[in-house]
């Protein structure tokens, strides 16, 4: 306190911020950032864990998407990051500048969902390799309409929309279907809001777009998710085809970030325990597929014991499975 006045009479302001800020962050305040995919799982355990607290802790909830998210948790704006996508390297040498550690916690599982309107009746299947000539850098203002895709389709325009380049949805559909994350065509309207590119998509007969598989659940009515063929034939995303590994190459981990520094705070540690006890329930609840009870026993256990780092070396990861995930220990 001494040291904050001393600044604050000198003038030196931006000293004192660095007094004030992190007492703001940490001082029962909840700040979670990151993923639209990760946002109403957080956001659930959030709103419950307030009601509990009888309003006593505050929690705020942003949509940076997952790489907005990273650099502002790894800058210490906020203290918990939603990511649709492990961190990656260069996120991880931000937060390591700032000495942010963090624990990285498998939350759930999703099934990345291709997207028509429902009034499109030819789009009943998609290749891996018809994505592909649709979205990469190279189909910009080339591959403009259906009959492009497949000669049976009619001439029509095709409309694009999809997340925006912070968004670990997009990274992740670029790496698993171009190739190499964050290789698009950019002539799409973007949105790292999802409710945005559900809206857009329901109101255009024409639309094509792609976010979770949450959202779609939530607005079945309004949209139509077509089967992906990943080389064994055309799979629907569904519960059953993420956990049997038939979803593939759109099956993907939903991940929190921890920061080390809010762990020392009791409300954080309540707060975690709360969302972390009943993670299973909210994520079926909201139609995502949760982790084996082992896995949530495995994250329970990491965030006792201080088990800080990643266990996917700042690389982005292509269908990883389950089990295979649970396996993984993270290194600092």
């Known amino acids: 306190m001494k040291e904050l006045l001393k600044a604050l009479l000198q003038k030196n302001f931006v000293a004192a911020l660095g007094f004030i800020l992190p007492a703001l962050l940490y001082a029962q305040a909840i700040k979670i950032d990151g993923s639209s995919t990760v946002y109403p799982i957080s956001k659930k355990a959030a709103d419950d864990f307030q009601k509990l607290m009888h309003g006593s802790i505050t929690a705020t909830i942003g949509i940076s998407g997952t790489g907005g998210g990273f650099r502002n948790f790894c800058l210490e704006v906020s203290n918990i990051n939603n990511a649709s996508r492990p961190i990656l390297k260069h ?25 028509v309107n429902p009034q499109n009746n030819w789009a009943n299947s998609f290749s891996i390799g018809e994505l592909k000539r649709i979205w990469e850098p190279a189909a910009q203002s080339r591959i403009t309409h ?15 929309f999809a997340p925006g380049a912070d968004s670990g949805t997009f990274d992740y559909f670029t790496e698993a279907i171009v190739g190499k ?17 559900v809206q857009a998509i329901a109101k255009e007969p024409d639309a094509l777009g792609y976010f979770g598989y949450g959202y779609y659940v939530q607005n079945q009515k309004k949209l139509r998710a077509v089967p992906i063929d990943g080389g064994n034939g ?14 593939q190459p759109l099956s993907r981990p939903l991940f929190i970030y921890i920061s080390k520094k809010s762990l020392d705070g009791a409300e954080m540690r309540q707060f975690i325990a ?11 609840q909201l139609k995502y597929v949760p982790l084996p009870t082992r896995g949530y026993e495995l994250a329970i256990e990491r965030v006792r014991i201080g088990r800080y780092g990643t266990a996917f070396g700042g690389k982005a990861e292509i269908a990883i499975k389950i089990d295979t995930l649970l396996q993984r220990e993270p290194q600092p």
Do not use: H, M
Not at 234 to 239: L, R, T, W
């Open 181 to 197: 994350s964050k290789a698009s065509r950019s002539d799409y309207s973007a949105s790292e809001d999802d409710n945005v590119l």
């Open 91 to 115: 996120e991880l040498d931000l937060c390591k500048k700032f000495g942010v550690q963090f624990i990285e916690i498998p939350l759930a599982y999703d099934a990345l969902t291709v997207l």
């Open 274 to 284: 709360f969302y972390l006890t009943r993670a299973s329930q909210i994520v079926k």
């Open 234 to 247: 055309p799979v629907s995303p569904s519960v059953k085809s993420v956990e049997d590994g038939t979803y």
């Open 146 to 160: 259906w009959r492009q895709i497949r000669a049976a389709w009619p001439d029509r325009l095709i409309k694009l």
